[in-house]
């Protein structure tokens, strides 16, 4: 955990390898011509989905991943050569039918030489709902190696054995223990419920109206969700680059662990909230959610979850359709 509380980070808004993190304004086409070759241990991003989001403009979908692609390209040359890439998407929708962006993505990864390490599920709670099909309520991480000899730092995200106690059986260790002490690998496939990384799925609160972070981008990033993969896949003093940088959610992960991060957005307004967002870390003011904090679940006791009494001719049948608050 960093201990830069109540000092003055130093931000640039140009490269400066005495930075501790650096703010690029522009296209992210042009912004990483500017950062040197190799010095980037993790590129870890949620790029647009081409949905129509305020600071996008819709096109095509052979458009839209022929410009990705443009992009991904311009990544290894920036890529040190033991680096990783983790690209979070979700779905495409043109007229009511579902593109699943992570298998575009893939192919578009692989043309250009990185290979796919682990691909994750991040499972939230709140968004859109949906009236012809079921409601989308996960989204992707692929997390693909630069090459073959990349960081992983497995102790840094251990979780407790589930059977501590448990013997080898055979041969010259019998009777020893057979797990190992620091704990176990956790599975490719997270969840933070019940404070352990090795359940279900990365079920992690995205950044809706009372979430601690939120701001005014429309798609933030939760920094508990960036941290994970900074942990696992960059060492202290590391380079962490979000090329759609937003609101500095990805920086501020990086910063908080002791790493130093690179944010890039075409927009000057979500770059100035994203400095005040580091300083705020910085003086110890910045409101988080904690890593490994377990998502709130309702009770059925509170005001929110009780059957409004304007339904009450229909309680019986609501009662019968399987809610979980009854």
Known sequence: MSSLFNTTIKISDKFDKSAQAVLLHGDILDTIKSIPEKVISLIITSPPYNIGKVYETKISLDDYLSWQHSIIKGFKRILKDDASVCWQVGNYIDDGEVFPLDTYFYKIFKEEGFKLRNRIIWKFGHGLHCSKRFSGRYETILWFSKGDGYKFNLDNV???????????????????????????????????????????????????????????????FPIELVERCVLALTDKDDWVLDPYGGVGSAVVAAIKNDRKGIGCDKEKEFLRIAKKRIQDFADGNLKTRPIGKPVFIPTGKEKVSQIPTEWQNGKAEYENSGSLFV
Do not use: A, F, L
Not at 214 to 219: E, G, L, V
């Open 158 to 220: 251990r979780v407790p054995q589930k059977y501590p106690g448990k013997r080898q059986y055979r041969g010259d260790s019998k009777g020893m223990p057979s797990c190992n002490p620091k704990g176990k690998n956790p599975s490719d496939i997270w969840t933070v419920i019940q404070q352990d990384w090795d359940e279900q799925v990365w079920d992690i609160p995205n950044v809706k109206s009372n979430h601690p972070e939120k701001t005014i981008h429309p798609c933030q």
